[in-house]
């Protein structure tokens, strides 16, 4: 009892801990392309940059920018380069400011009609060493002109500046070099290629230069964690922010594109939208969607400095609350198996207390050796077996102390739900928040803790008889049914499309009326149930099914944890719902047969 109540009081503790001041003191910010923005508006208006600026920019709070190279610059007609050996060939208008300069072979020119763009080219060849004389509009720089082709360059005019910048950088090192002219401290550095591609060896170089320059370390979701996210377990550990691309919903009608966005934000805890303008639709159309979304979700949000990592005092506490955590799981898991050595050798099965107490503890020091020594693979599997006994056991507790069932139901849930946030705070880490690492073995969890309490269940003489006397076809079929339901349960856990026709439409209403969508597998059966074991014990095992499923919720660490914990509250009223829908069904029919058979026994 006082293990039990210390995981209720750990978990609310956390709950409160995270959910005020990690999940809710970071700003979220909303991302337009400006180089895709000005390509799609000039399609609709003359003055695309103007138009821009003034309807466009006021709702967004952040601005995406690439570096662009001199060569691309060339050819949009905004810089001119030449060689030395070109300039003799063709003249052009180089000849008037270089006539009277007798300048070596070797030299290049970069030649801009504009001041301020020349001063920004010229910033960043200051910056990197390369020897240069300034000449009216022209920049004769003693550089090979193939290497200049390359120089990364940005510039606009009249660029609002108060903008955070999300600047999109290829995977080769020397694109930081040139970035380290423009960017200011706070901006983001989203990594547009695979880390493989220019970062083997060069992880360290790159942590460097965004702690130097006051940087923030993005990921796009839904990346190839295998590819493009390659090293950014790395650059995550001193904070990052997750973003959401519209681009991925650019076959979705408008109606579905808003419900995708709030997902992607409250449930999946992405704290920037980038605007990807659709191009099947219309300017109009698109400024519409820009609009719902900035009042949606960014109106009523500030977005403030952002701070690369969560409050030193706030980290340190979750950490403490970490570590007592990772103690009392470890204690509670040789409990269970204790526990549950008592349950199943009373139901008749020949069971060693001695190997009980050893895979006890052995599981114990799996779960906090993996953690210390932050080997996720045994830490992982050992938490989610341990967690599976720890689950079967309590549920056992509760179920024969409480006669009335439904505080029994309350009761259940609330210490399920606690275990799940205990099990929240030990991953709390940036990898797992923003997504890049996710908890394994999750699986095993939905099922295990169901298998363990068929051996409470059921007892040794029931099981034996069932498979050793003269199998039926009923037999059979049962047998089949059920693995047919345990593959379908599994497949269908995780994101996958395999939805029942009908499902689709429940998603999208529960996800509009009830913010956080409850499973279906806890609400329409888990939690009922737990309810209707209280008629017969063999509801149990499916009681498990909506169990796992609330300590899984919480195992999605990326995940505002309030959302997690609506997504139980909710799963819990309806499940409660339902089960007196079905007991009333049940009750009319009942009565119904009673009165049918009560009037043929008056007629004869």
Known sequence: MILRLAVVVLGIFYFVVRFLFVDKSTPRYFVVDYFEAIDFISSYVYYPEEYFRKEILPYFSAVSIRLKSLNELKNEGLVDLATSESVKVEPKFWLLPLGNMLLE??????????????????????????????????????????????????????????????????????????????????????????????????????????????????????????????????????GGIKIFSTIVLRNKPLNQILNSVDLAVNERNCKAVMFRFFDKYSLQQ???????????????????????????????????????????????????????????????????????????????????????????????????????????TMFFKVFEYRRNMYVRYMEIIIYTLSIGLVINSLFFENTYILGIEKVRFVKLLLILPVVLSCFVVFSYNQIILFFYRRMRVLDFSLIFIVLVGVLFYLLRSGNTDLLLPFEDKARNILDKFLIARPRFKEFLIGDPAILASSYSKYFIPLSFLGLSSIVNSFMHIHTPIFYSFLRTFWGAVLGIMIFLLIVKIMKVNLERRSKIEKGGMVKE
């Open 105 to 238: 072979t070797g030299y290049s020119f970069i030649y801009s009609s504009s001041q301020e763009k020349l001063k920004k080219v010229e910033e960043v060849i200051k910056y990197l060493g390369l020897e240069y004389k300034r000449i009216g509009n022209v920049l004769a720089v003693k550089a090979n002109g193939s290497y200049l082709f390359n120089i990364q360059v940005f510039y606009l005019d009249d660029f609002q500046t108060e903008k955070k910048i999300l600047w999109k950088v290829s995977s080769y090192v020397y694109d930081l070099e040139y970035l380290k002219v423009y960017c200011k401290k706070g901006d983001f550095v989203v990594f547009t290629g695979p880390f493989v591609a220019g970062y083997p060896d060069k992880l360290d170089k790159v942590k460097n230069f965004l702690k130097e320059n006051g940087l923030i370390f993005a990921t796009p979701e839904f990346y190839d964690s295998k590819n493009i996210q390659f090293g950014a377990v790395e650059l995550v550990q001193h």
């Open 286 to 392: 698109n400024m519409n969607i820009i609009k719902q979304i900035e009042n949606k979700f960014f109106r009523y949000i500030n977005p403030l400095e952002f701070e690369t990592e969560v409050n030193l005092n706030i980290r340190f506490l979750i950490d403490f609350l970490s570590v007592i955590n990772l103690i009392l799981i470890g204690i509670l898991v040789i409990v269970s198996y204790s526990y549950y050595y008592d349950l199943v050798s009373n139901n008749g099965y020949p069971v060693s207390g001695s190997v009980f107490a050893i895979l006890g503890i052995g599981n114990s020091l799996g779960i906090i050796l993996g953690k210390v020594f932050k080997v996720d693979t045994i830490f992982s599997l050992s938490l989610v077996v341990g967690v599976s006994f720890i689950l079967v």
